[in-house]
């Protein structure tokens, strides 16, 4: 059985921008514990999984940028691909409250072996679509849940994660975003920054390339509607943003 860790959409665009969406599924690979991490389809179907609504914003802006798009082809909780390969969180045990049956045993060997089947080629394939592009600028798309077990709910709309110093294609949109004024609009909300190795890190942050972090509060992009809604108002705000940095 060939399997996939990515799929990508309208490579043969011209534009600089690169959409991507790490989080896109809740797939586990038939190779991985025979396609099953343990935990009922109540669970996979959370945000412990996947980012729900993300992988539908990201198609609707990629096609409203004219931009290519990569998405992963495996769950988050199959390996993290917004993760550094020695990030601790890589491969979770345990997320917001939920045991994962099928990672509680698995050895640096297993680990291994998830990152050579989806890790390492999903960030090959990225790789390779932004070094194939002139002037990339890369969009990472995201969504957040509403609230965390036992946490105050989460109140921002649309949120820009960024690192210090102050990134200006972020700070641009944050502004366009804020000017938008039936927007809640969260600076490194509801998480802070990038971690060393993470996808913006590694693809954008390392190689000097503009880009941006943009997640989308998950009751706002339940609907196919919704997540198109999203990304199409989302698109011309980013070329706007761009504008205003002088790119």
């Known amino acids: 059985m060939t399997y996939h860790a990515f799929h990508t959409h309208g490579e043969s665009r011209s534009s600089r921008w690169l959409i991507t969406c790490d989080h896109a599924t809740n797939t586990v690979p038939p190779m991985v514990n025979g396609g099953t991490l343990g935990l009922p389809q109540s669970e996979m179907s959370r945000h412990i999984a996947y980012d729900p609504g993300a992988a539908g914003v990201a198609h609707a802006m990629a096609d ?3 931009a290519p798009l990569i998405t ?3 769950s988050r909780l199959v390996i ?3 993760r550094g390969e020695d990030d601790p969180t890589l491969l979770m045990k345990l997320y917001d409250g939920t045991i994962i049956p099928g990672n509680r045993l698995a050895d640096a060997a297993e680990l291994e072996r998830r990152k050579e089947l989806c890790y390492r080629p999903y960030h090959a394939e990225l790789g390779r679509l932004a070094a194939s592009r002139r002037s990339p600028v890369i969009v990472a798309i995201h969504s957040f849940t509403p609230q965390l077990r036992g946490r105050p709910p989460r109140p921002w709309h649309v949120a820009l994660l960024h690192t210090p110093p102050q990134n200006v294609l972020s700070q641009a949109m944050i502004a366009r975003l804020q000017a938008e004024e039936d927007l809640c609009v969260g600076d490194n909300e509801p998480y802070a920054g990038h971690q060393p190795g993470d996808s913006i890190h590694r693809h954008a942050l390392s190689h000097d390339r503009p880009h941006v972090l943009i997640e989308v509060r ?5 609907t196919v509607e ?3 809604a999203w990304g199409r108002r989302l698109a011309p705000l980013l070329v706007a943003a761009l504008a205003d940095c002088g790119e």
């Open 218 to 222: 998950q009751d706002l992009i339940g």
């Open 64 to 66: 409203a940028l004219d």
């Open 226 to 228: 919704q997540q198109r």
């Open 80 to 82: 993290d691909p917004n």
């Open 72 to 74: 992963s082809n495996f």
